[in-house]
């Protein structure tokens, strides 16, 4: 469940926030600073009391009350932390960026398990584990680059993968792709791609919100869901286009090693993205170019000019317009 506290915190704690920006949690902490986070901003490191000028908590247990912590430490302490701040610190938002979870080993799996068991308890939100961060207009909590400057009817992009989002945003913005919302889901141990469309759904502002959203999916693990909030979304105007990767049985291995993910048939999301009014594209420059295209406001009819400078681009244009319906005079 994304809760407010998630999108809109009024503080944050990296916990193993450092000096180091060339390690997640000093990236990340350096980021919510450049960022220009508003609220308050706490680090809880063992061994400083401040880092890049931050106060710094030694012991998690001498935190004040904080609404969303960032972890990035190694993956068998987080339990503990995230116990000591769900009961006694109020904290109703995490991002985990730390691996070795399920998708490493049945030890992780439990693990993962057992944090969100805890989060669940206290009706918090959880990202992750295994994941990059969040970008939105309050908050830069992504440990990555590069990082754009967020526009509000850009694209909402959520990706299975961070270094997918990374790397599709450093495609995309060079082109003119600007972007909104960015969420790196990881291994979905709590919430997946599926949940954050049902909450973009759910809360969907026609006079404020992004009509085009982007996925990079590995797994559908809730078909029901997407198909319903998904052709929803559409239906209230929005355009989706998706990448559904790990297709093939060796992608599909390769995809259970990365995030856990577990295979989902190919044919079966072709019907589910045809029902959905979902386009489906395979990589990311196909990506890209869908999500420039649905940029610009609908065409009304089916006559289409191309202006160009080179034949042959335009007649490979020619062709894929016409081969799809459209009408080149």
Known sequence: ?????????????????????????????????????????????????????????????????????VIAIAAKYTYDVIKILTEEKNTKAFIILSAGYSEESAEGKKLEEKITEQVNKHDGALIGPNCTGILTPHHHSIFTEPIPKLDPQGVDFISGSGATACFIMEAGIPKG??????????????MGVEEIVKHMDENFDPDKDPRVKLLYIENIDKPQMLLKHASSLIRKGCRIAAVKAGGSEAGSRAASSHTGALASSDEAVNALFRKAGIVRCYGREDLIAVASVFMHPKPEGKNIAIITHAGGPAVMLTDALSNNGMEVP
């Open 1 to 69: 469940m994304i809760t407010k506290e998630l999108l809109n915190p009024d503080s944050i704690v990296v916990v193993g926030g450092s000096d180091d920006v060339h390690k997640p949690g000093g990236k990340i902490l350096k980021n919510i600073i450049d960022g220009g986070f508003k609220g308050e901003l706490y680090v809880s490191n063992p061994k400083a009391d401040k880092v890049q000028g931050i106060k710094s908590y030694r012991n998690p247990e001498d935190l004040p009350q904080v609404d969303l912590a």
């Open 177 to 190: 792709l600007t972007f909104a919302n960015v969420f790196s889901v990881g291994n979905s141990a709590q």
